[in-house]
Protein backbone atom coordinates (compact mmCIF):
# COMPACT_ATOMS: atom_id res chain seq x y z
CA UNK A 1 0.00 0.00 0.00
CA UNK A 2 1.43 3.39 -0.80
CA UNK A 3 1.96 5.56 1.99
CA UNK A 4 -0.88 8.40 3.03
CA UNK A 5 0.86 11.04 1.47
CA UNK A 6 1.35 9.49 -1.88
CA UNK A 7 -2.11 8.42 -1.88
CA UNK A 8 -3.45 12.01 -1.09
CA UNK A 9 -1.41 13.40 -3.94
CA UNK A 10 -2.98 10.69 -6.15
CA UNK A 11 -6.47 11.41 -4.85
CA UNK A 12 -6.01 14.81 -5.56
CA UNK A 13 -4.58 14.30 -9.10
CA UNK A 14 -7.27 11.56 -10.28
CA UNK A 15 -10.35 13.71 -8.71
CA UNK A 16 -9.10 16.45 -10.54
CA UNK A 17 -8.87 14.95 -14.12
CA UNK A 18 -12.44 13.33 -13.67
CA UNK A 19 -13.64 16.55 -12.16
CA UNK A 20 -14.95 15.69 -9.11
CA UNK A 21 -14.55 18.23 -6.23
CA UNK A 22 -15.42 16.59 -3.15
CA UNK A 23 -14.17 13.29 -2.06
CA UNK A 24 -13.01 11.45 1.26
CA UNK A 25 -11.28 8.08 1.86
CA UNK A 26 -11.42 6.09 4.69
CA UNK A 27 -9.13 2.71 4.78
CA UNK A 28 -7.44 0.38 6.62
CA UNK A 29 -4.81 -2.35 6.49
CA UNK A 30 -4.23 -5.46 9.27
CA UNK A 31 -1.18 -8.16 8.81
CA UNK A 32 -2.18 -10.81 10.56
CA UNK A 33 -0.62 -14.12 12.09
CA UNK A 34 -2.52 -17.01 14.32
CA UNK A 35 -2.01 -20.27 15.43
CA UNK A 36 -4.07 -23.03 17.39
CA UNK A 37 -2.92 -26.41 18.53
CA UNK A 38 -4.22 -29.18 19.12
CA UNK A 39 -3.14 -32.09 21.88
CA UNK A 40 0.69 -30.64 21.53
CA UNK A 41 0.83 -30.42 17.78
CA UNK A 42 0.31 -27.41 15.15
CA UNK A 43 -3.70 -27.62 14.50
CA UNK A 44 -4.09 -24.08 12.20
CA UNK A 45 -1.84 -21.77 11.16
CA UNK A 46 -2.87 -18.47 9.32
CA UNK A 47 -1.20 -15.82 7.64
CA UNK A 48 -3.34 -13.11 6.14
CA UNK A 49 -2.65 -9.21 5.03
CA UNK A 50 -6.12 -7.96 4.49
CA UNK A 51 -7.01 -4.41 3.23
CA UNK A 52 -10.01 -1.87 2.19
CA UNK A 53 -10.60 1.30 1.14
CA UNK A 54 -14.08 2.99 1.40
CA UNK A 55 -14.28 6.10 -1.02
CA UNK A 56 -17.26 8.81 -0.85
CA UNK A 57 -17.73 11.12 -3.71
CA UNK A 58 -20.36 13.88 -3.78
CA UNK A 59 -21.65 15.49 -7.14
CA UNK A 60 -22.62 18.79 -8.06
CA UNK A 61 -25.66 17.85 -6.91
CA UNK A 62 -24.99 17.07 -3.48
CA UNK A 63 -25.43 13.24 -3.61
CA UNK A 64 -23.01 11.37 -2.49
CA UNK A 65 -21.95 7.62 -4.25
CA UNK A 66 -19.96 5.16 -2.25
CA UNK A 67 -17.83 2.62 -3.19
CA UNK A 68 -14.96 0.13 -1.21
CA UNK A 69 -12.15 -1.79 -2.90
CA UNK A 70 -8.80 -3.15 -1.69
CA UNK A 71 -7.09 -2.09 -5.24
CA UNK A 72 -5.05 1.42 -3.81
CA UNK A 73 -2.71 1.76 -6.74
CA UNK A 74 -3.65 4.59 -9.21
CA UNK A 75 -5.83 2.49 -11.71
CA UNK A 76 -7.92 1.30 -9.12
CA UNK A 77 -7.91 4.67 -7.15
CA UNK A 78 -9.13 5.96 -10.30
CA UNK A 79 -12.06 3.52 -10.65
CA UNK A 80 -13.27 3.24 -7.47
CA UNK A 81 -13.52 7.08 -7.71
CA UNK A 82 -15.50 7.03 -11.02
CA UNK A 83 -17.71 4.37 -9.91
CA UNK A 84 -18.70 6.12 -6.71
CA UNK A 85 -19.36 9.66 -8.59
CA UNK A 86 -21.56 7.09 -10.53
CA UNK A 87 -23.43 5.86 -7.71
CA UNK A 88 -23.47 9.43 -6.49
CA UNK A 89 -26.54 10.18 -8.86
CA UNK A 90 -28.87 7.09 -7.07
CA UNK A 91 -28.28 8.51 -3.58
CA UNK A 92 -30.16 9.46 -0.62
CA UNK A 93 -31.50 12.94 -1.19
CA UNK A 94 -31.94 13.71 2.10
CA UNK A 95 -29.74 13.90 5.21
CA UNK A 96 -27.37 13.47 2.91
CA UNK A 97 -23.78 12.77 4.93
CA UNK A 98 -21.20 14.67 4.75
CA UNK A 99 -17.37 15.86 6.12
CA UNK A 100 -17.16 15.58 9.82
CA UNK A 101 -16.33 19.62 10.91
CA UNK A 102 -13.84 18.42 12.88
CA UNK A 103 -11.96 16.01 10.20
CA UNK A 104 -8.83 18.73 10.40
CA UNK A 105 -9.33 19.17 14.32
CA UNK A 106 -6.13 18.32 15.58
CA UNK A 107 -5.57 15.08 17.63
CA UNK A 108 -5.73 14.38 20.71
CA UNK A 109 -2.62 11.89 20.32
CA UNK A 110 -0.87 10.37 17.68
CA UNK A 111 -0.31 6.70 17.58
CA UNK A 112 2.54 5.19 15.05
CA UNK A 113 4.14 2.42 17.14
CA UNK A 114 4.24 -1.14 15.80
CA UNK A 115 5.71 -4.08 17.78
CA UNK A 116 7.98 -6.65 15.61
CA UNK A 117 6.32 -9.63 14.98
CA UNK A 118 7.44 -12.95 16.26
CA UNK A 119 8.07 -16.33 13.87
CA UNK A 120 5.24 -18.50 13.47
CA UNK A 121 7.36 -21.64 15.56
CA UNK A 122 7.52 -18.97 18.43
CA UNK A 123 3.70 -18.40 18.61
CA UNK A 124 3.30 -22.77 18.33
CA UNK A 125 6.15 -22.90 20.74
CA UNK A 126 4.47 -20.77 23.23
CA UNK A 127 0.46 -22.09 22.77
CA UNK A 128 1.81 -25.33 23.23
CA UNK A 129 3.36 -25.00 26.68
CA UNK A 130 0.16 -23.30 27.44
CA UNK A 131 -2.03 -26.33 26.46
CA UNK A 132 -0.02 -28.37 28.17
CA UNK A 133 0.17 -26.73 31.58
CA UNK A 134 -3.69 -26.17 31.28
CA UNK A 135 -3.95 -30.17 31.07
CA UNK A 136 -1.77 -31.18 33.66
CA UNK A 137 -2.86 -29.03 35.97
CA UNK A 138 -5.77 -32.00 36.99
CA UNK A 139 -6.64 -35.02 35.78
CA UNK A 140 -10.13 -33.73 35.27
CA UNK A 141 -8.87 -31.08 32.31
CA UNK A 142 -9.29 -33.69 29.49
CA UNK A 143 -8.57 -30.95 26.65
CA UNK A 144 -8.30 -27.53 25.24
CA UNK A 145 -10.32 -27.56 22.14
CA UNK A 146 -10.33 -24.08 21.88
CA UNK A 147 -7.16 -21.55 21.59
CA UNK A 148 -5.40 -19.85 19.96
CA UNK A 149 -2.35 -16.88 19.78
CA UNK A 150 -2.63 -13.98 17.04
CA UNK A 151 -0.36 -11.05 16.27
CA UNK A 152 -1.40 -8.12 14.02
CA UNK A 153 -0.36 -4.83 12.86
CA UNK A 154 -2.91 -2.26 12.21
CA UNK A 155 -3.18 0.54 10.21
CA UNK A 156 -5.93 2.96 9.32
CA UNK A 157 -6.13 6.24 7.19
CA UNK A 158 -8.49 9.26 6.45
CA UNK A 159 -8.15 12.30 3.89
CA UNK A 160 -10.94 14.23 2.40
CA UNK A 161 -10.52 17.17 -0.60
CA UNK A 162 -10.50 19.85 1.99
CA UNK A 163 -6.82 18.83 3.15
CA UNK A 164 -7.67 16.27 6.03
CA UNK A 165 -4.85 13.88 5.96
CA UNK A 166 -4.73 10.99 9.25
CA UNK A 167 -3.22 8.04 9.58
CA UNK A 168 -2.51 5.88 12.83
CA UNK A 169 -0.73 2.67 13.57
CA UNK A 170 -0.27 0.05 15.99
CA UNK A 171 0.17 -3.70 16.80
CA UNK A 172 -1.71 -6.19 18.99
CA UNK A 173 -1.26 -9.75 20.29
CA UNK A 174 -3.66 -11.56 21.69
CA UNK A 175 -4.01 -14.97 23.48
CA UNK A 176 -7.73 -16.89 24.54
CA UNK A 177 -7.77 -20.64 26.32
CA UNK A 178 -10.82 -22.31 26.84
CA UNK A 179 -10.57 -25.92 28.83
CA UNK A 180 -12.83 -29.07 29.21
CA UNK A 181 -13.43 -31.13 31.21
CA UNK A 182 -14.07 -35.41 31.80
CA UNK A 183 -15.38 -36.74 34.54
CA UNK A 184 -17.03 -40.81 35.18
CA UNK A 185 -20.55 -40.08 35.97
CA UNK A 186 -20.25 -36.13 35.87
CA UNK A 187 -21.09 -33.97 33.29
CA UNK A 188 -18.26 -32.00 31.33
CA UNK A 189 -17.77 -28.26 32.68
CA UNK A 190 -15.49 -26.28 30.71
CA UNK A 191 -13.82 -22.08 31.76
CA UNK A 192 -11.95 -20.17 29.70
CA UNK A 193 -9.56 -16.20 29.53
CA UNK A 194 -8.47 -14.29 27.50
CA UNK A 195 -5.89 -11.83 27.66
CA UNK A 196 -4.60 -8.79 24.66
CA UNK A 197 -1.38 -6.78 25.16
CA UNK A 198 0.69 -4.46 22.18
CA UNK A 199 2.75 -7.19 21.62
CA UNK A 200 3.38 -11.01 21.72
CA UNK A 201 6.52 -10.57 24.76
CA UNK A 202 4.31 -8.40 26.72
CA UNK A 203 1.42 -10.30 26.80
CA UNK A 204 0.32 -11.87 30.22
CA UNK A 205 0.08 -16.20 29.18
CA UNK A 206 1.26 -16.87 32.34
CA UNK A 207 -2.15 -15.00 33.66
CA UNK A 208 -4.38 -16.45 30.70
CA UNK A 209 -4.18 -20.11 31.52
CA UNK A 210 -4.29 -19.45 35.80
CA UNK A 211 -7.03 -18.07 35.34
CA UNK A 212 -8.27 -21.15 32.87
CA UNK A 213 -7.11 -23.29 35.34
CA UNK A 214 -8.54 -21.58 38.46
CA UNK A 215 -12.29 -21.08 36.50
CA UNK A 216 -11.73 -24.64 35.11
CA UNK A 217 -11.43 -26.77 38.54
CA UNK A 218 -13.80 -24.32 40.61
CA UNK A 219 -16.63 -26.18 37.95
CA UNK A 220 -15.71 -29.59 38.93
CA UNK A 221 -17.76 -29.67 41.93
CA UNK A 222 -21.15 -28.36 40.65
CA UNK A 223 -25.06 -28.24 42.11
CA UNK A 224 -28.08 -27.38 40.75
CA UNK A 225 -29.82 -24.22 42.24
CA UNK A 226 -33.20 -23.42 43.13
CA UNK A 227 -35.03 -20.76 40.60
CA UNK A 228 -36.02 -17.86 42.21
CA UNK A 229 -34.85 -14.14 42.91
CA UNK A 230 -31.15 -13.51 43.86
CA UNK A 231 -28.98 -10.77 44.46
CA UNK A 232 -26.25 -11.01 41.84
CA UNK A 233 -22.95 -9.56 40.78
CA UNK A 234 -22.21 -9.88 37.39
CA UNK A 235 -18.26 -9.94 36.61
CA UNK A 236 -16.59 -7.53 34.47
CA UNK A 237 -16.94 -9.09 31.49
CA UNK A 238 -20.16 -9.80 31.56
CA UNK A 239 -21.65 -6.79 32.66
CA UNK A 240 -19.97 -5.10 29.54
CA UNK A 241 -21.25 -7.71 27.42
CA UNK A 242 -24.67 -7.41 28.49
CA UNK A 243 -23.97 -3.39 28.47
CA UNK A 244 -22.97 -4.12 24.48
CA UNK A 245 -25.79 -5.54 23.57
CA UNK A 246 -27.95 -2.98 24.63
CA UNK A 247 -25.91 -0.33 23.26
CA UNK A 248 -28.61 1.22 21.20
CA UNK A 249 -29.46 2.95 24.37
CA UNK A 250 -26.65 5.30 23.53
CA UNK A 251 -26.21 5.32 19.55
CA UNK A 252 -27.62 8.27 17.99
CA UNK A 253 -28.47 6.65 14.30
CA UNK A 254 -30.15 4.25 16.31
CA UNK A 255 -32.60 6.50 17.64
CA UNK A 256 -33.27 8.27 14.36
CA UNK A 257 -34.23 5.20 13.27
CA UNK A 258 -36.26 3.92 16.30
CA UNK A 259 -34.37 0.89 16.99
CA UNK A 260 -33.54 2.42 20.53
CA UNK A 261 -34.59 2.68 24.38
CA UNK A 262 -34.00 5.72 24.33
CA UNK A 263 -35.84 8.98 22.37
CA UNK A 264 -34.06 12.09 22.21
CA UNK A 265 -36.05 13.56 24.99
CA UNK A 266 -33.82 11.41 27.17
CA UNK A 267 -30.93 13.09 27.95
CA UNK A 268 -30.87 14.10 31.16
CA UNK A 269 -33.17 11.90 32.53
CA UNK A 270 -32.37 9.43 35.59
CA UNK A 271 -31.87 5.53 34.28
CA UNK A 272 -29.87 3.88 36.63
CA UNK A 273 -28.64 3.68 40.02
CA UNK A 274 -26.62 6.88 40.93
CA UNK A 275 -24.08 4.43 41.65
CA UNK A 276 -23.32 3.99 38.54
CA UNK A 277 -21.15 5.88 35.80
CA UNK A 278 -20.01 4.58 32.20
CA UNK A 279 -17.68 6.49 30.09
CA UNK A 280 -16.78 5.30 26.36
CA UNK A 281 -12.78 5.88 25.93
CA UNK A 282 -11.28 5.29 23.15
CA UNK A 283 -8.04 7.12 24.44
CA UNK A 284 -8.33 4.92 27.55
CA UNK A 285 -4.06 4.02 28.54
CA UNK A 286 -5.40 0.21 28.88
CA UNK A 287 -7.12 0.27 25.20
CA UNK A 288 -5.21 -1.94 23.44
CA UNK A 289 -6.82 -1.46 20.02
CA UNK A 290 -6.64 2.40 20.61
CA UNK A 291 -8.21 4.75 18.03
CA UNK A 292 -7.81 8.61 17.18
CA UNK A 293 -10.10 8.95 14.83
CA UNK A 294 -13.31 7.83 13.42
CA UNK A 295 -14.23 6.87 10.12
CA UNK A 296 -15.17 10.44 9.38
CA UNK A 297 -11.63 11.76 10.49
CA UNK A 298 -13.40 12.89 13.73
CA UNK A 299 -10.97 12.66 16.68
CA UNK A 300 -11.89 10.65 19.03
CA UNK A 301 -12.30 11.63 23.16
CA UNK A 302 -13.72 10.48 26.44
CA UNK A 303 -17.12 10.55 26.17
CA UNK A 304 -19.32 10.39 29.39
CA UNK A 305 -22.33 8.24 28.32
CA UNK A 306 -24.28 7.79 31.98
CA UNK A 307 -22.93 10.17 34.69
CA UNK A 308 -24.18 9.22 38.29
CA UNK A 309 -27.03 7.33 36.93
CA UNK A 310 -27.73 10.24 34.28
CA UNK A 311 -27.97 9.92 30.96
CA UNK A 312 -25.66 11.86 29.35
CA UNK A 313 -24.44 11.92 25.65
CA UNK A 314 -25.21 9.49 22.43
CA UNK A 315 -22.45 8.62 20.58
CA UNK A 316 -22.67 10.68 17.20
CA UNK A 317 -21.36 10.97 13.61
CA UNK A 318 -21.28 13.99 11.57
CA UNK A 319 -24.47 13.53 10.30
CA UNK A 320 -26.36 12.40 13.31
CA UNK A 321 -24.83 15.41 15.03
CA UNK A 322 -25.85 17.27 12.62
CA UNK A 323 -29.46 16.24 13.21
CA UNK A 324 -29.27 16.68 16.95
CA UNK A 325 -27.67 20.53 16.30
CA UNK A 326 -24.67 18.85 18.46
CA UNK A 327 -21.12 17.96 17.74
CA UNK A 328 -19.65 14.42 16.68
CA UNK A 329 -17.91 12.34 19.30
CA UNK A 330 -15.86 10.26 17.12
CA UNK A 331 -18.00 6.79 16.76
CA UNK A 332 -18.79 7.36 12.90
CA UNK A 333 -18.38 4.15 11.06
CA UNK A 334 -18.50 4.69 6.81
CA UNK A 335 -19.83 2.22 4.09
CA UNK A 336 -22.62 1.88 2.32
CA UNK A 337 -24.40 4.00 5.38
CA UNK A 338 -22.96 5.38 8.63
CA UNK A 339 -23.38 3.76 11.05
CA UNK A 340 -22.75 4.62 15.24
CA UNK A 341 -21.03 1.98 17.42
CA UNK A 342 -18.47 2.35 20.85
CA UNK A 343 -15.03 1.91 21.15
CA UNK A 344 -14.00 1.04 24.66
CA UNK A 345 -16.12 0.86 27.81
CA UNK A 346 -14.95 2.14 31.30
CA UNK A 347 -17.55 1.37 34.10
CA UNK A 348 -16.90 2.78 37.36
CA UNK A 349 -18.09 3.95 40.81
CA UNK A 350 -20.51 7.01 40.34
CA UNK A 351 -21.74 8.95 43.98
CA UNK A 352 -20.49 6.78 47.44
CA UNK A 353 -22.46 3.88 48.24
CA UNK A 354 -24.25 3.44 51.62
CA UNK A 355 -23.29 0.32 52.18
CA UNK A 356 -20.47 -1.69 50.98
CA UNK A 357 -20.57 -5.36 50.20
CA UNK A 358 -17.92 -8.67 49.21
CA UNK A 359 -18.09 -11.46 47.73
CA UNK A 360 -16.01 -12.92 51.08
CA UNK A 361 -18.75 -12.12 53.35
CA UNK A 362 -21.84 -12.51 50.52
CA UNK A 363 -24.62 -14.92 51.82
CA UNK A 364 -26.59 -17.01 48.89
CA UNK A 365 -25.73 -14.31 46.10
CA UNK A 366 -24.90 -15.39 42.51
CA UNK A 367 -21.88 -14.44 40.36
CA UNK A 368 -22.06 -14.62 37.04
CA UNK A 369 -19.15 -15.16 35.58
CA UNK A 370 -20.06 -15.31 31.86
CA UNK A 371 -23.34 -14.80 29.39
CA UNK A 372 -23.99 -17.27 26.82
CA UNK A 373 -26.16 -16.90 23.54
CA UNK A 374 -26.43 -13.19 23.37
CA UNK A 375 -27.21 -13.58 19.99
CA UNK A 376 -30.43 -15.09 20.46
CA UNK A 377 -31.42 -14.41 23.74
CA UNK A 378 -31.48 -10.61 24.11
CA UNK A 379 -34.95 -8.39 22.64
CA UNK A 380 -32.65 -5.30 22.22
CA UNK A 381 -35.80 -3.05 21.27
CA UNK A 382 -37.78 -4.42 24.03
CA UNK A 383 -34.74 -4.24 26.70
CA UNK A 384 -35.33 -7.56 27.83
CA UNK A 385 -32.86 -10.72 28.17
CA UNK A 386 -32.67 -14.44 29.02
CA UNK A 387 -29.52 -15.96 28.90
CA UNK A 388 -27.47 -19.22 30.14
CA UNK A 389 -24.48 -18.64 32.06
CA UNK A 390 -21.44 -19.86 33.96
CA UNK A 391 -21.00 -18.78 37.36
CA UNK A 392 -20.95 -19.45 41.26
CA UNK A 393 -23.55 -19.44 44.09
CA UNK A 394 -21.52 -17.81 47.06
CA UNK A 395 -22.07 -18.18 50.53
CA UNK A 396 -19.90 -16.65 53.61
CA UNK A 397 -16.66 -17.15 50.77
CA UNK A 398 -17.48 -20.72 49.58
CA UNK A 399 -18.38 -20.99 45.71
CA UNK A 400 -20.57 -23.65 44.61
CA UNK A 401 -20.70 -23.54 40.55
CA UNK A 402 -24.09 -23.63 39.07
CA UNK A 403 -25.20 -26.89 37.12
CA UNK A 404 -26.97 -24.58 34.51
CA UNK A 405 -29.21 -21.45 34.80
CA UNK A 406 -30.81 -19.02 33.21
CA UNK A 407 -30.57 -14.89 33.96
CA UNK A 408 -33.29 -12.88 32.82
CA UNK A 409 -34.66 -9.08 33.75
CA UNK A 410 -35.38 -6.07 32.03
CA UNK A 411 -31.51 -4.22 31.39
CA UNK A 412 -33.20 -0.85 32.43
CA UNK A 413 -34.58 -2.65 35.56
CA UNK A 414 -30.99 -3.92 36.10
CA UNK A 415 -29.77 -0.47 35.97
CA UNK A 416 -31.89 0.91 38.63
CA UNK A 417 -31.15 -1.63 41.06
CA UNK A 418 -27.92 -1.43 41.00
CA UNK A 419 -27.10 -1.40 44.91
CA UNK A 420 -23.20 -1.05 44.60
CA UNK A 421 -20.02 -0.77 42.12
CA UNK A 422 -16.79 -1.86 43.36
CA UNK A 423 -14.00 0.49 43.22
CA UNK A 424 -11.57 -1.90 41.61
CA UNK A 425 -11.55 -2.15 38.02
CA UNK A 426 -10.34 -4.87 35.87
CA UNK A 427 -9.42 -4.81 31.91
CA UNK A 428 -11.53 -6.90 29.10
CA UNK A 429 -11.38 -7.44 25.62
CA UNK A 430 -14.64 -4.68 25.45
CA UNK A 431 -13.50 -2.03 28.23
CA UNK A 432 -12.16 -1.17 31.94
CA UNK A 433 -14.84 -2.60 34.61
CA UNK A 434 -15.46 -3.25 37.24
CA UNK A 435 -17.73 -6.02 39.43
CA UNK A 436 -20.94 -4.58 39.49
CA UNK A 437 -24.17 -5.80 42.25
CA UNK A 438 -27.55 -5.95 41.42
CA UNK A 439 -30.53 -6.54 43.69
CA UNK A 440 -33.20 -9.37 42.78
CA UNK A 441 -32.59 -10.73 39.40
CA UNK A 442 -34.63 -14.01 38.30
CA UNK A 443 -32.42 -17.06 38.42
CA UNK A 444 -34.26 -19.87 36.54
CA UNK A 445 -32.53 -23.39 37.64
CA UNK A 446 -32.17 -26.89 35.32
Not at 63 to 78: A, F, H, Q
Not at 348 to 372: C, R
Not at 409 to 438: K, Q
Amino acid sequence: MPSIQELATQAKEIANRLSIHKYDIFGSAVDETSVKVDQGKPDQVKASQRSSVTVRVWNEENSMGVTSTTDVDPNGLELALKTAYEASFFGVKENVPDFSPEATAPLAQQISEKTPQVPVSDLLDRLIVAEKEVKDAHPAIASVPYNGLAQRDIDHFYLNSDGAVRTEAYSTASIYLYSKTEEAGKKPRSAGAFRMSRGIETLDIAGCLQETIDKTLSHLNYDKIQTGKYRVVFSPEAFLNLLGAFSNLFNAQNILDKQSLSTPESLGTQIASPLLSVCDDALHPDNVSIATFDGEGTPTRRLALITDGVLTSFLHSAGTAKRFNTQPTGHANIGAKVSVSPHFYHVFPGKPAEQVYSLDSAENVVLIDDLHALHAGVQALQGSFSLPFDGWLINHGKRTSIEAATVAGDFLDVLRSIIYVENEAHLTPSGVCSYVWVEGLSITGE
